[in-house]
T-cell receptor
Framework: GNSVTQMEGPVTLSEEAFLTINCTYT??????LFWYVQYPGEGLQLLLK???ADDKGSNKGFEATYRKETTSFHLEKGSVQVSDSAVYFC????????????WGLGTSLAVNP | DTAVSQTPKYLVTQMGNDKSIKCEQN?????MYWYKQDSKKFLKIMFS???????INETVPNRFSPKSPDKAHLNLHINSLELGDSAVYFC???????????FGPGTRLLVL
């Protein structure tokens, strides 16, 4: 079956630190992969996505590369800001799944000034 | 201007009551979803409608009944509310053939 595993949080960093949030997946075929972000008190919003192997999604300084050989889609940012404090969700979508997204458990990030 | 809106934003009610949450999207999408997010931020899909037809119906108590009067609206009615129903309920929408889902701001339900 399809599943997503994310590193557990919370992750606490100082401003300007390097961020990595690990995400690995299990899926048949060729899923699309997503990172969503949820800022405090808000709904989720798409941060970036990749639809095929070796694609790199990027947005707001965040990047993630679809690695089929390691079944991973790790989220990275070179220099985090306090405003990046949020919960980050990794997700996958597989054809024939009724457009259901399979979600990771979420990783909470707190960035201190 | 709002893409996916939900009402109400907050809902505080007593155990045993019946309540409804409404969702509307103005993105022209044909698929809408209800999610439940618990206090640990775990996100669980509950229902999904495509063109007013129910296509995802996860293991959810039958006290929860979704209704989609048209493609732009998806409501959730909850009967006989229980303490464990306290959560944030999110509505989302997407367009056929595209997987990106757009989320509403959430309805924070507290059952006392």
């Amino acid at each position: 079956g399809n599943s997503v595993t994310q590193m557990e949080g919370p992750v606490t960093l100082s401003e300007e630190a390097f961020l990595t949030i690990n995400c690995t997946y299990t899926a048949t075929g060729y899923p699309s992969l997503f990172w969503y972000v949820q800022y405090p008190g808000e709904g989720l919003q798409l941060l970036l996505k990749a639809t095929k192997a070796d694609d790199k999604g990027s947005n707001k300084g965040f990047e993630a590369t679809y690695r089929k050989e390691t079944t991973s889609f790790h989220l990275e940012k070179g220099s985090v800001q306090v405003s990046d404090s949020a919960v980050y969700f990794c997700a996958l979508s597989n054809a024939g799944n009724n457009r259901k997204l399979i979600w990771g458990l979420g990783t909470s990030l707190a960035v201190n000034p | 201007d709002t893409a996916v809106s939900q009402t109400p934003k907050y809902l505080v009610t007593q155990m045993g009551n019946d309540k409804s949450i409404k969702c509307e999207q103005n993105l022209g999408h044909d698929t809408m979803y209800w999610y439940k997010q618990d206090s640990k931020k775990f996100l669980k899909i509950m229902f999904s409608y495509n063109n007013k037809e129910l296509i995802i119906n996860e293991t959810v108590p039958n006290r929860f009944s979704p209704k989609s009067p048209d493609k732009a609206h998806l409501n959730l009615h909850i009967n006989s509310l229980e303490l464990g129903d306290s959560a944030v309920y999110f509505c989302a929408s997407s367009l056929a053939g595209l997987e990106t889902q757009y989320f509403g701001p959430g309805t924070r339900l507290l059952v006392l």
